[in-house]
């Protein structure tokens, strides 16, 4: 059984056309004739000193976005979209660690990286992201030290800042990164120190989103990424790692503005894929409802006696949920397993599969293994931007375990179906209890960026706020009308997780609107619909 599911991009060939269109701009149906010459606008920077802007962060400050690092996207980053607005009030070069192409990517020693493929890229034709043709040519090894204004490093936590050795090629694939090793000022160097050796007169500071992000986009698996402490330490909890960072700007005398965490809940990545999206009249799923519906019979009485929210069944009318994996559960393996072994009609049900009696011990353990910690979808789960990839499809190397246990291949792969008769792994999904840890820490991050900039004495950006309301009921951008919706809201990039050009050119405008509310200058917002929301090449 194989299914594919492009069932939340089915409805975009109706709005990807008007979204693409970034609506034309707004003009008044009559200009009256004015004589004389309009004077040009005089920008002041008030209090501030724009001459040398320096940003650190992570990949939110270096451009990254549709998945990757590429010359575009760091170009229309709102890090240098806000320089140039800072060019009109006395700001100097912004220097950036520039990538070699549009392609993204790395290549190490020559050799491309699948951990860091090629950008997307939206196919109006098959209405779905794509990664752009071409191959990397930014080579981790040559090295570019510098000095730069844009010290954004994609990957990097609060504590990266501080660390001494994540630009030495000889800890990467251990401790490095590879985007700070192309442009480290040495190889002992650290964002913060080569930031500070910059003597910026201001500066933006955005930086915890990974602390919380790494553990969200791996699905809540700590075993993968885990949420950074609140306390612990300087180099080690987050309370005491940022307010060493923010302390040591202000201590340099720069200016600057802070930028506080989002909810990883206002992102299309989290957000995008519904919990109920197996739909009955998709001709690869819908004549197997009764087949799935008969296996799962045999295990439903199980479930019902231990916990009926376990129970399995598809239906015939209407969009079914997924099968996911909860780690939360308690693991009825074997209890599974023993009850279908004292079974007397089990042998029998086996060998409407085609499979003899014999096979009956092992079948009942790979069931019991199979559906130990499984249950269906729920309103409350959140599947992961990526698991639209997987659904419907063969997890190939359970089927081919199951091939070693002297299951047939066609079996084999039916058991095998990701979201349908295979729970969905853990790092397709946040579950109840791992959102409220994101929620969590998200808030007591804020909490400590807030007080640090009232410590000293900083403005801070909201962005959580700004992004929620986004989210909840869109923006109006002058002519624009955007959304957290994914590739048709026009805020968020094909990865569901990093501003579009357009969310950056938005960005600016609120940091803008902070800027000169804090420090009387009289900066001008950039027009949003001036940069787009969704790249087709």
């Not at 309370?239 to 990883?264: C, D, F, H, K, R």
């Not at 792969?413 to 792994?425: E, K, P």
């Amino acid at each position: 059984m194989k299914i594919k599911y492009l069932y939340f991009l089915m409805s975009l060939s109706l709005v990807f056309t008007a979204c693409e269109n970034d609506l034309d701009s707004l003009s008044d149906p009559y200009v009256p004739e004015v004589s004389g010459t309009i004077p040009t606008p005089t920008f002041t920077s008030g209090s501030a000193d724009f001459s040398n802007y320096v940003a650190i962060g992570n990949s939110l400050t270096a451009g990254f976005s549709d998945g990757a690092l590429f010359m575009e996207g760091q170009d229309k980053s709102f890090t240098n979209i806000l320089s140039q607005q800072f060019s009109l009030a006395g700001g100097g070069n912004f220097t950036i660690p520039m990538m070699n192409d549009n392609v993204g990517g790395l290549l190490f020693n020559g050799s491309p990286n699948p951990a860091f493929g090629p950008r997307l890229i939206f196919d109006p034709v098959g209405q779905m992201p794509v990664p752009v043709n071409g191959t990397p040519s930014t080579e981790v090894f040559d090295i570019q030290p510098g000095p730069y204004n844009n010290m954004g490093v994609p990957g990097v936590k609060v504590s990266h800042l501080l660390y001494d050795g994540l630009g030495n090629p000889a800890n990467l694939g251990v401790s490095a990164n590879p985007y700070y090793v192309r442009m480290a000022s040495s190889t002992s160097s650290t964002i913060l120190g080569d930031a500070l050796a910059m003597n910026p007169t201001f500066f933006t500071l955005w930086i915890g989103n990974n602390d919380v992000l790494g553990y969200a986009i791996n699905g809540g698996d700590a075993s993968l990424d885990q949420i950074t402490p609140l306390t612990g330490g300087v180099g080690v909890g987050f309370t005491e790692t940022y307010n060493y960072v923010l302390g040591a700007l202000a201590a340099s005398g720069a200016q600057g503005v802070v930028i506080n965490i989002p909810s990883v809940t206002d992102a299309p990545h989290f957000t995008t894929v519904p919990y109920a999206p197996l739909d009955p009249t998709n001709p690869d799923f819908g004549p197997q409802i009764p087949m799935l519906n008969m296996v799962f019979g045999a295990l439903n009485p199980i479930f019902e006696a231990i916990d009926p929210n376990r129970a399995i069944v598809f239906s015939e009318t209407a969009a079914s949920p997924v099968v996911i994996k909860d780690e939360t559960l308690a693991d009825i393996s074997a209890i599974i397993e023993a009850q279908l072994n004292a079974s007397p009609t089990f042998p029998a049900f086996i060998g409407q599969f085609g499979l003899p009696p014999q096979a009956a011990p092992m079948v009942a353990n790979l069931l019991g293994t199979l559906y130990g910690q499984t249950r269906q979808a729920t309103a409350d789960d959140l599947l992961l931007l990526p698991s639209s990839s997987v659904i419907g499809q063969v997890n190939s190397d359970f089927s081919a375990y199951l091939q070693t246990q002297n299951l047939p291949v066609d079996l084999a792969n039916q058991f095998s179906i990701q979201g349908v008769t295979y729970g969905l792994d853990d790092k397709y999904v946040l579950l109840p209890s791992e959102q409220m840890e994101i929620e969590d820490a998200t808030t007591a991050f804020n909490q400590v960026i807030s007080d640090a900039a009232a410590t000293y004495n900083m403005p801070m950006f909201d962005v959580n706020t700004f992004f929620n309301q986004v989210s909840t009921s869109g923006y109006q951008a002058g002519s624009a009308y955007m959304t957290a919706d994914f590739v048709t809201g026009g805020t968020f990039s094909l990865d569901g997780i990093h501003p579009s050009p357009r969310g950056n050119a938005v960005i600016v405008n609120q940091l803008i609107g902070v800027i000169n509310t804090s420090y009387n200058s009289n900066l001008p917002d950039v027009n949003p619909v001036d940069y787009t929301g969704v790249y087709l090449n």
